[in-house]
């Protein structure tokens, strides 16, 4: 569709403003051919209608022939010709027109009157030709230019709508509001014990709304982070949950994805503890291999009483670590009769 | 006149009972006589002690609140229900006025309950029955099967079922080695199990799994030979 023609109120605006030139050209052909301006109408305002057509029909012909700085020559050429063919035709159909009016008013003095004129319409028609393309390309850069904009709008609102998605799956409300009635009741038994509480779980939360502005994070600080998170679901799963580490404090100071271990963890509790009536023991070993840092995730699994997991967590994180790591990380996970078990290998970023 | 409102605490995190438990304590006429932390407990307790009025949470391991009111059979007492978050439970809830309290339990929002409670002591259960029924309608391709048995609860893994036959208001479901009866509707389980299980008659919902061939469009023949009846529509809707 041609950007010009969009509306009724563009087309009225677009005839408007055509209407001085087709009043100049008049006006020039009477003195040119030295004739009444009745005359010069009935010649040349078909012939100007026709010009029209051609001029708007030059927007197709840019739209084709995109400005690019490594094809200048060809650019040039491409314009050349059409203008050349263009012009020729237009001439050409209006010499026919004015060889037509000879016929329909039995005189010879309309082809005359007309040739005179051509000079005039062949710099009208390169002029005119040369306005349309400036204002195509004008057009061509504005459009894409909404578009990059439209474009960068969209990716902001699915970057968004991911990080929303993110948030709500790392801060489960379920956690959330049980961890918050136990902290109820701890105020009540034990003030100490709820303050500390209440500080591990305003860590936890703080790090998960910073996830998206630090995408890489010490080991450190996701075992920090591992470390409220497992304080408070103690809290409210008690005995049920022991936990064991083993980490080479070594590497500590190592970069890695941030939040790649805390959902390995999460399903540990979702899957492993919270099913099992009488809970069980998480494991965390942090080792350092040649060239990987080794993170093994276990914990007790009964198949029979365990819903079926999406794996949809797992798949989350795999995503993330490829894009990392450019798929150098690998996770293994096995899972056995009684336990379940993460390998998780991620290389070196520094 | 006021009679002491017996009740029982259910839930499976200990903060959380005992929170639910010393608010209870404030309130005058309530009496918790038994805390349970899982499922099973809170059946024999239920069933043992007959409270008026039981606080279930919902989410709970092994066998969760809806688990708890299906395996008690026809003696239910008053139920409240206490979720953190669960936001098909709340709409069953509330399209059904059962009540429930939300976690963390607010002490005036628990006082409103009890006195709904009195107010309403032998009404609520039609609700809470129609509800459970929902519940079940809304769950599809179950993967097990609960069965209570006295003091224990036996768990039916759905693929080792060969056929269910419906018997008055019991079924009584048949895996290899065992039959057991279960107070409930066959055309809940024939809606639930998906479409593994066939109703083959209107007696009879077998595991299609589990057949070996049809004698003259009129029996089944089980892999273990057992033969059962299949009606007309029976035949046309599986074997045809």
């Known amino acids: 569709m041609h950007p010009l023609l969009k509306s009724p109120k563009q087309i009225l605006l677009l005839i408007i ?6 009043a100049g050209v008049i006006f020039v052909h009477t003195y040119v051919a030295n004739t009444t301006y009745k005359d010069a109408s009935v010649l040349l305002v078909p012939v100007m209608i026709l010009e029209l057509f051609i001029f708007l029909s030059v927007w197709f012909v840019c739209k ?36 037509m009016l000879n016929v329909v008013f039995k005189t010879e003095q309309w082809s005359t009157q007309f040739d005179s004129i051509i000079p005039v319409l062949m710099v009208i028609g390169f002029f005119i030709y040369f306005l349309a393309s400036l204002l195509s390309y004008l057009l061509l850069a504005l459009e894409q230019t909404r578009k990059a904009e439209q474009e960068a709008l969209h990716n902001q609102l699915i970057a968004s709508e991911a990080e929303l998605r993110f948030l709500k799956a790392t801060i489960h409300p379920h956690f959330l509001f049980n961890s918050l009635t136990a902290l109820g009741t701890l105020t009540k038994i034990s003030a100490e014990k709820a303050q500390q509480v209440c500080l591990q779980l305003a860590e936890f939360l703080r790090y998960s709304l910073n996830f998206s502005k630090k995408e890489l994070v010490s080991l450190k600080d996701e075992l920090d982070h591992i470390n409220n998170y497992l304080g408070v679901e103690k809290v409210r799963l008690g005995k049920k949950l022991i936990t064991s580490f083993e980490i080479d404090k070594s590497i500590l100071e190592q970069k890695v994805l941030s939040f790649s271990l805390q959902p ?29 840092i080794f993170i093994h995730i276990s914990n007790p699994y009964d198949k029979n009483k365990n819903q079926q997991s999406t794996g949809h967590g797992l798949t989350n994180l ?6 990392i790591y450019n798929t150098d990380a690998k996770i293994l996970v096995h899972k056995g009769e009684s336990a379940f078990s993460v ?3 991620l290389p070196f970023l520094n | 006149m006021e009679k002491i409102i017996k009740s029982i605490v259910v839930d499976d995190e200990d903060y959380a009972r005992a929170g639910l438990v010393s608010m209870l304590a404030e309130i005058p006429d309530v009496q918790v006589i038994a805390e349970c932390e899982n499922g099973l407990d809170a059946i024999n307790k239920i069933q043992e002690l007959k409270p008026d009025v039981v606080f279930l949470d919902i989410k709970m391991p092994h066998i969760d609140g809806f688990e708890v009111i299906d395996l008690l059979g026809n003696e239910i007492p008053a139920i409240i229900f206490v979720t953190a978050f669960d936001e098909y439970a709340v709409k069953a809830f509330e399209a059904n006025a059962v009540d429930y309290l939300l976690k963390p339990v607010n002490p005036q929002r628990l006082k409103q309950s009890i006195l709904k409670l009195i107010s309403s002591m032998d009404n609520s259960q039609p609700a809470l029955l129609h509800m459970l029924d929902k519940h079940k309608e809304s769950q599809k391709n179950i993967s097990r099967i609960l069965v209570r048995d006295g003091q224990k609860v036996h768990v039916i893994a759905v693929d080792e079922i060969t056929y269910i036959e419906a018997q008055d208001d019991y079924v009584a479901i048949r895996t290899a080695k065992d039959v057991y009866l279960k107070l409930e509707r066959l055309s809940n389980l024939e809606n639930q199990l998906g479409k593994k299980f066939g109703r083959v008659h209107r007696s009879f919902l077998v595991n299609l799994d589990y057949v070996r061939y049809v004698e003259d469009q009129k029996l089944v023949v089980l892999r273990d030979g057992k033969k059962l009846p299949v009606s007309r529509s029976g035949y046309a809707r599986f074997f045809k």
């Open chain 1, 17 to 22: 403003a055509w209407l001085p030139i087709v």
């Open chain 1, 64 to 99: 084709s022939t995109p400005l690019e700085p490594n094809n200048i020559p060809s650019f040039l050429g491409r314009h050349l010709v059409t203008i050349v063919v263009m012009n020729a035709i237009w001439i050409h159909v209006a010499m026919l027109y004015s060889k």
């Open chain 1, 264 to 292: 390995l963890i999460e399903n540990t509790i979702k899957h492993g503890i919270e099913p099992s009536l009488e809970g069980g023991t998480i494991t965390l070993i942090v080792k350092k291999t040649d060239d990987h």
């Open chain 1, 318 to 323: 795999k995503s993330r670590l490829d894009k």
């Open chain 1, 343 to 345: 390998k998780l290998y």
